[in-house]
């Protein structure tokens, strides 16, 4: 296969991209594939949690066989041949819309967009989605996380009129349990299941949503 690579972007903070770079390159992993993580925003992550190696070689292995990491200043000193062996590449972007932010998203075959839903979110959506079209790059679509039934049901029918096929059909339910695993340094499933903690029904609920959105993201090669 081909190396996919994919930009998790959205220009607003908090709205799980780092989350959703660490539990679908977990997911893929689950796939067979082997992904590498490419950090962009190194002042607000936290991959460092991924690392087990302080070595400074530009690829770094994590403590999951099929899942590597690298910074963004690191790969862009790559060469090729060191990353075709990937099947995708995972690009955790920052909340900015910079050169170097539209940079990435050209570098990238299909950027996903993951957002909350709120009032005033569809017209940032529209901006993003402009901005992914005028670099050239492919949609892959705009997916809803920490979603809680309660207060989101009437949104997320707003969304899906208005973003119609744009909108993929996971959607990302709110559970604390993932700031636990977050700063536990972990993908949630690992965390449950190597940390011996007894997961809750809502964890089972994202470790699945993770995996339709692994599912997804294949589907769309
Ligand atoms: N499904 C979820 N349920 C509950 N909290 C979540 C969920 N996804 C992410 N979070 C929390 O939201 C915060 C922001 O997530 P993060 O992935 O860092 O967002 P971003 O990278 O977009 O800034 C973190 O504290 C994280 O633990
Ligand atoms: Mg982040």
């Not at 709205?15 to 977990?26: D, E, F, G, P």
């Not at 796939?31 to 590498?36: A, D, I, P, Q, Y």
């Not at 977050?182 to 609920?205: C, H, Q």
């Amino acid at each position: 296969m081909k190396t996919r690579k994919i930009g998790i972007f959205n220009n607003k903070g908090g709205v799980a991209k780092t989350t959703s770079v660490i539990n679908l390159a977990y997911s893929l992993q689950k796939n067979g594939k082997k992904v590498l993580v490419v950090d962009c925003d190194t002042q607000e992550n936290c991959f460092s949690f991924f690392l087990t190696s302080t070595v400074p070689n530009a690829i770094l292995p994590t403590e999951y066989e099929n899942i590597s990491h690298t910074t963004w200043e690191r790969y862009s000193e790559i060469e090729e041949s060191e990353t075709d062996n990937y099947d995708y590449i995972l690009f955790d972007m920052p909340p900015a819309m910079s050169d170097e932010v539209k940079s990435i998203i050209r570098h990238c075959h299909k950027i996903y967009v993951p957002t909350i839903l709120g009032e005033f979110e569809i017209a940032g959506l529209k901006k993003v989605t402009d901005e992914i079209n005028r670099q050239g790059v492919k949609l892959g679509g705009v997916f809803v996380t920490m979603y809680q039934k309660a207060n989101d049901e009437e949104l997320i029918g707003e969304f899906r009129r208005i973003l119609q096929d744009r909108l993929l059909q996971t959607v990302i339910p709110y559970s604390k349990t993932v700031r636990e695993s977050l700063k536990n340094g972990m993908p949630i499933e690992a965390y449950f299941r190597d940390r011996a903690v007894p997961p809750s029904p809502t964890a089972w609920k994202i470790v699945h949503a993770y995996e339709d959105l692994a599912n997804e993201v294949m589907r769309g090669e």
